[in-house]
């Protein structure tokens, strides 16, 4: 069985571009959260989603925002980006419906903003 | 404002020995934690958890010990091997629904053969 997949592995953007980062969950896994790490850092909680329904928020700014489709595929979306959105994008999936217990993470999408 | 501390950027072991990896948290609202363990290019991976009704998890070559009173927990491998050096974090979660993990900066373990 294929674990959590992203896509791209790695972006390069410059200021003010809006990015779109994707993932697919393991198969039977319906719930999708979105991490961002920053180098020297632990990965930090940006968005929980479960059967298409925002099920957390974390504590980054209206320039992200997220989706999930009938497939529990997700999108991640950044407008407007800063150099500060430089980061390792991971992605982790549950077949829980709440936030509790083990996520499975994918390899992440590492994003570049000069 | 760090939640979740890891007062140890790296560590160094020798092979056999045992690994003490420590966590200090702020938030007296956790009630359940997890271990990671993240290699280069990857994603991190699941190691053990505990919930704070207890105070000790053991599984295999990983034990979690739990003090709530101290706000600290702390993993042990015993014995270390050198497949284990990696990035390991630390993350507890509120007892709020509308929340997610809260992650520790991470401690990189290097067990030398």
């Known amino acids: 069985d294929a674990g959590v997949t992203q896509s791209p592995t790695h972006l390069i953007k410059t200021r003010g571009q809006q990015v779109t980062l994707r993932c697919s969950p393991i198969?039977?896994?319906?719930?999708v959260s979105w991490y961002q790490q920053v180098l020297g850092q632990g990965p930090q909680f940006i968005f929980q989603?479960?059967?298409?329904?925002?099920?957390g928020r974390g504590n980054f700014p209206d320039r992200f925002s997220a989706r999930q489709f009938p497939n529990y595929s997700s999108e991640l979306n950044v407008n407007a980006l800063l150099l500060g959105d430089s980061a390792l994008y991971l992605c982790?999936?549950?077949?829980?419906?709440?936030?509790?217990?083990?996520?499975?993470f994918g390899p992440g999408t590492r994003l570049t903003v000069l | 404002d760090q939640q979740v501390k890891q007062n140890s950027p790296s560590l160094s072991v020798q092979e056999g020995r045992i690994s003490i990896l420590n966590c200090d948290y702020t938030?007296?609202?956790?009630?359940?934690f997890l271990w990671y363990k993240k290699y280069p290019a990857e994603g991190p991976t699941f190691l053990i958890s505990?919930?704070?009704?207890?105070d000790k998890n053991e599984d295999g070559r990983f034990t979690v010990f739990l003090n709530k009173s101290a706000k600290h927990l702390s993993l042990h491998i015993v014995p270390s091997q050198p497949g284990d050096s990696a990035v390991y974090f630390c993350?507890?979660?509120?007892?709020?629904?509308?929340?997610?993990?809260?992650f520790g900066p991470g401690t990189r373990l290097s067990v030398l053969p």
């Open positions: 982790a999936s549950t077949h829980r419906e709440d936030p509790w217990g083990e996520q499975f």
């Open positions: 505990i919930s704070s009704i207890k």
């Open positions: 198969s039977g896994h319906k719930s």
């Open positions: 989603y479960y059967e298409k329904e925002e099920r």
């Open positions: 938030n007296s609202m956790f009630d359940y």
């Open positions: 993350a507890a979660h509120p007892d709020n629904y509308g929340q997610n993990f809260v």
